[in-house]
Nanobody
């Protein structure tokens, strides 16, 4: 069973930066894709960024150019560097690990709160 744990959330002022980390454990192989999602109060969970084991990244339009996702295949960790944060970035951020072993299984972390406020 894959366990996913996020860390690094907190309170930051508008225009500031924050880095989130995600660690997936419980497997002895490289996880295919690690992604970040977020859910703001009263809104649906939305895609933020992703990175495959091959290094292919994808970003939501709202964060393109401000956020950067990286990962380390050696220990199935991923980071989300968030710059120029705005009030609209306030949300709970979730990490998802996608495992493909004959079928696709997604494993989610519990989330970490990011609050952008002055």
């Amino acid at each position: 069973q894959v366990q996913v744990v996020e860390s690094g959330g907190g309170l930051v002022q508008p225009g500031g930066s924050l880095k989130l980390s995600c660690a997936a454990s419980g497997v002895n192989f490289v996880i295919y894709e690690m992604s970040w999602y977020r859910q703001a109060p009263g809104k649906q969970r939305e895609f933020v960024a992703s990175c495959t084991s091959g290094g292919t990244t994808d970003y939501a339009a709202a964060v393109e150019g401000r956020f950067s996702v990286t990962r380390d295949n050696r220990d199935n960790t991923a980071n989300l560097q968030m710059n120029v944060l705005g009030l609209e970035d306030t949300a709970v951020y979730y990490c998802k690990a996608r495992v493909i072993k004959g079928r696709v299984n997604d494993y989610w972390g519990q989330g970490t709160q990011v609050t952008v406020s002055s």
